[in-house]
């Protein structure tokens, strides 16, 4: 669904419960998809972009290869939201996140890309899983004020904020560090993704992101997973 020719009409799709959509595109929504709060659907390959939110979820969601470009939120999340492949990049955008979340969200084989500072690719305020995720972001990559799950990621220029009870106001720029008070990402690596496209976020073949014990997290032009 194409709304370009106006910024931030409505929502493009409000979902009902125990509903699939797929192969679909929307842009400058408000809300591109809407998932109420007690609905429970599955989101694949979508295509979303230059909307204030991307996914607004306060349901349940079951996502697999979705693509959310310069959203002011690629995916807000108050209730449950698990995603496996997809890209999330941001271009030339000077507020806002890749994922903020306050409820409980996983995620495993995304890619994120952010070309500007102060912002943050998670802000994350609830319960987060991250396994085999691949990081290129210009400033925050994550901002979290909790232990979070995660492991077998690439945290290339790595900048955590991390704010807790027991470490208040941490900023942790190596992943060594990270990993200590953390206490998790033991299989995680900080290298240069080498993607091939800010839009696509392929890696190219010889990205030191392959060919290790993580998946790629390549995905074709039709968004499948290579």
Not at 28 to 51: A, E, H, R
Not at 123 to 152: A, C, E, H, P, Q
Not at 162 to 173: G, H, K, Q, R, V
């Amino acid at each position: 669904i194409d709304t370009s020719f106006v910024p931030y009409v409505d929502d493009g799709i409000i979902m009902a419960n125990a509903v699939t959509i797929d192969n679909l595109e929307f842009n400058n929504c408000v809300k591109s998809v809407n998932i109420p709060s007690g609905k429970s659907v599955t989101l694949q390959d979508l295509y979303l972009k230059d909307s204030k939110y991307n996914i607004y979820n306060t349901g349940t969601v079951t996502a697999h290869r979705i693509k959310s470009l310069n959203s002011e939120y690629g995916i807000y999340n108050t209730g449950t939201y698990t995603q496996d492949y997809g890209i999330f990049s941001r271009t030339g955008l000077e507020s806002g996140y890749g994922i903020y979340n306050p409820g409980v969200l996983t995620l495993y084989n995304g890619s994120f890309y952010n070309d500007y500072a102060e912002m943050s690719a998670i802000m994350n305020r609830g319960t987060l899983t991250l396994k085999n995720n691949v990081f290129d972001v210009n400033d925050t990559t994550l901002n979290t004020n909790s232990v979070i799950t995660s492991d077998y990621n690439d945290w290339y220029n790595i900048k955590i904020y991390y704010n807790t009870i027991a470490l208040p106001d941490e900023w942790l720029t190596k992943l060594s560090d990270w990993k200590s008070i953390n206490g998790d990402d033991v299989n995680s690596m900080e290298a240069d993704p080498a993607f091939s496209s800010i839009y696509n976020l392929d890696l190219v073949s010889a990205s030191p992101v392959i060919n290790r014990d993580r998946k790629s997290t390549r995905l074709n032009s039709s968004h499948i997973p290579l």
